[in-house]
């Protein structure tokens, strides 16, 4: 089955350090990868996306991405973390394969707690 | 959250009734989708929709169906509640995977916090 891993429910880092938020696939192919932010009782935003080409991603508000294709890894990651990252992290994949239905599939999420 | 609304966005029932949900874009996009969010499952694909009228399952669609008789709402319609259907409900949209080659990425909608009693 295909599925998605956060590897971790919560990741404490200081600010000003710099933070990894893992992620893991068990999808076949090459699929599409995504990254979304969660605050308080609001909906998902999206933060960046792998399509292709280089595997370094940059995206939102200082994050970026390193898809490792032989690890199936998707890591979010930024230099510095700042109090108000603090939020719920979902990474997400869509198999390339299997028609274009749009359907993403979730990690469980990983809560980030950024302390002064 | 721009471009979509979701009513209601808070709801508390009783099992056994049915309850419909609504979201709604003014952003054209074609593909419209309904999560629920539960502590530690993430967000599970309960339906979506590729174009008016066109609907499929997603992995949770038990218990729930849907409509969309306009490219701007969406309905999740809950027959008969039960107390395993108290969640958060997300609605997406995207222009789909089509158009954008597979990387479209999804736009969330504020959320409905149900509760079944």
């Known amino acids: 089955a295909q599925s998605v891993a956060q590897p971790e429910d919560q990741v404490n880092v200081a600010e000003g350090n710099p933070l990894t938020v893992k992620c893991t696939y068990s999808?076949?192919?090459?699929?599409?990868l995504f990254w979304y932010v969660q605050y308080p009782n609001r909906g998902l935003q999206f933060l960046l996306k792998?399509?292709?080409?280089?595997?370094l991603v940059k995206g939102s508000y200082g994050f970026e991405a390193e898809f490792n294709k032989s690890q199936t890894s998707f890591h979010l990651k930024k230099p510095s973390a700042l109090v108000s990252d603090s939020a719920l992290y979902f990474c997400?994949?869509?198999?390339?394969?299997?028609?274009?239905?749009?359907?993403?599939?979730f990690g469980q999420g990983t809560t980030l707690q950024v302390k002064p | 959250d721009a471009g979509i609304t979701q009513s209601p966005r808070h709801k508390v029932t009783e099992t056994g009734t049915p309850v419909t949900l609504r979201c709604h874009q003014t952003?054209?996009?074609?593909?419209m989708y309904w999560y629920r969010q539960d502590p530690g499952h993430g967000l599970r694909l309960i339906h979506y929709?590729?174009?008016?009228?066109?609907?499929d399952k997603g992995e949770v669609s038990d218990g729930y169906s849907v409509s969309r008789s306009k490219t701007e709402d969406f309905l999740l319609t809950l027959e008969s509640a039960t107390s395993s259907q108290t969640s958060v409900y997300f609605c997406?949209?995207?222009?789909?995977?089509?158009?954008?080659?597979?990387?479209?990425?999804?736009?969330f909608g504020p959320g409905t916090r149900l509760t079944v009693l």
């Open positions: 997400a994949v869509r198999p390339r394969q299997g028609g274009n239905t749009g359907k993403l599939i």
């Open positions: 792998y399509i292709t080409g280089d595997n």
């Open positions: 999808v076949s192919g090459n699929p599409y």
């Open positions: 929709s590729y174009g008016v009228k066109d609907t």
């Open positions: 952003e054209n996009h074609r593909y």
């Open positions: 997406a949209i995207s222009e789909g995977p089509v158009l954008a080659g597979g990387g479209d990425e999804q736009f």
